[in-house]
């Protein structure tokens, strides 16, 4: 007993150490990202974006899909140097309902919908949270399919959702590689720290659409931060973002930064974070007239050489955190690949194989030797990408000192994603319709997201109860006091394992100790995934 009162007087004393430590002053935050590896294409389009863009989008996955599942089989016999990982996806943690319910979000400048999956999703992969479940949550709001919160018109046949919840408000979201997630339109609360939690409305879906994988292994679900005309439910209602209920409720400024890292990254909420970037941030108006963070491209060079530029990358380019390559429409990315085959110095043969689709090992000699792109944005914006921004290592599934090329043939879009964002400090400025950027400095930060909390879970049915530990938490603590309380525990059970071993009389067993299969599933959570576009 004794011993017992020492621990929770332990860990209460480090608990009761609490600082707050994601605000920096007053109305900013600091929210950390995790990043995982893989290959991402993802752009929401519920509105906006051309059926002929939109068709060159899914085809450009599909062969990239077909180009890509074959790099297993596919690489170089050249030299293998190292130059570090680059991740793919960069997530969050946010807390869903009462008592919360944490789950892995993608951060997505690309769309405008939260979504996590319903424990009565009929197709869903297994992730590494336990999928939500609404009933168990004591401030979820489930509208009727026939509300004034769901449908205005006089017809409300198609605003209802799969079933099994056929009377509760629906939604659907497709995304630009052909996936897709379909649902239960909802309010509840959502928490991003104790100091960040709103009331929103958002999706639970209980059903994947298209032939891909909707979200890795590591992360359950997506949380778009984009222009709220992309937020709606299956009658094209919109609903307002994350970005603007942290304005409308906590007078949080409608201005976002995010920067980058190999392991991670910061996304700071309520205005500029001048600490990761090298310089004052230079703006360009942002365009966004389809609900996208876009940018006008006024010209393009790569090694010296203007690029004559399209009509469409003209009129917009979408700044798009949710994909992992720099995709630019065919008449860019033709320029791009000839000059490149022409003016490759000694990387010819390694850049000949990735642009046949091989995963291949190039040396820091072969990679200086390629030219730098640089794109400029209306306003006289300039971005640099260096060789070592477009020749992209960390995606080959098992070879992750080899190399693909960072760029893709997008058909008609223009989407900028992780490839062409990562050497940058970017500004999301909604108050005043711009996007600033600015050289990104020591933005290597490993994020301290909290870990899998059901990695082997197992659906028993609708509202069933899974085999896996539940997610659901009774108190958001920070990160900070994760580790206190970790440490605390150790300190506790290491004063444990003294005591027995000081006034124990018994025979200590001789059984070996079992391992723990949930921490060899959070393990194989971090590799990176089957090198394939996943969207």
Known sequence: MLLLLLLFTLITTIISSDIESSQTQTGIFQIPFGAHQGVDVRAGYSAGISEDVVADMLYYRVSLIRELNSLNSKKSSSS?????????????????????????????????????PSISCSNCEKHCDSP???????????????????????SCANSCAPSPYNSMCGFTTRYADGSGISGVWGNDKVSLTSSLTVTLNFGVFTKTLGSSQFMPYD???????????LN??????????????????????????????????????????????????????????????????SSMSIGGKSLTLSSYIKSM????????????????????????????????????????GYCVSVSSSELSSLPTIVVTFQGDVKITLPPSAYIRNGLCSGYESYYIFGIGDGGSANIFGITFMQPYTWVFDKQNQKIGASPMQNCNIKASTGSCANGAYRSSGFFGTGSGSSNVIDSLMSNQDIVKVVLGAFAG???????????????????????????????????????????
Not at 97 to 108: A, C, E, L, S, Y
């Open 317 to 356: 380019a979408v700044i798009d955190s949710g994909t992992t390559l720099m995709l630019v429409d065919s008449s860019i990315y033709s320029q791009i690949t000839s000059y490149l085959t022409s003016n490759c110095g000694s990387a010819c043969d390694s850049l000949a194989s990735m642009l046949s």
């Open 219 to 229: 992360v359950s679900g997506i949380i778009g931060i984009a222009d709220k005309s």
């Open 232 to 297: 709606v439910n299956s009658r094209g209602s919109s609903s307002p973002t994350l970005i603007d209920a942290l304005y409308s409720q906590l007078g949080v400024p409608q201005i976002f930064s995010m920067c980058f890292g190999s392991d991670g990254g910061i996304w700071t909420l309520g205005g500029a974070d001048s600490t990761h970037a090298t310089s004052s941030f230079s703006y360009t108006t942002a365009v966004m007239s389809a609900g996208y963070w876009g940018v006008s491209v």
């Open 493 to 535: 059970l290491f004063l444990l394992n003294f005591v027995k071993s000081a006034f124990c009389k018994s025979k200590r067993s001789d059984r070996s100790v079992e391992s723990n299969p949930e921490i060899v599933v959070r393990q194989k959570a971090r590799r990176p995934l089957n090198p394939k576009f996943t969207r």
């Open 132 to 154: 939500f479940n609404h009933e168990n949550s004591t401030t979820w709001v489930g509208y009727s399919c026939s509300s004034s919160q769901c449908c205005s018109s006089s």
């Open 80 to 116: 293998s140097v190292d130059i570090g990982s680059r991740p793919a996806l960069y997530y969050i943690d946010v807390y869903l309902g009462t008592p919360k319910q944490k789950f892995r979000v993608d951060i997505d400048t690309g769309s405008s919908t939260l979504a996590v």
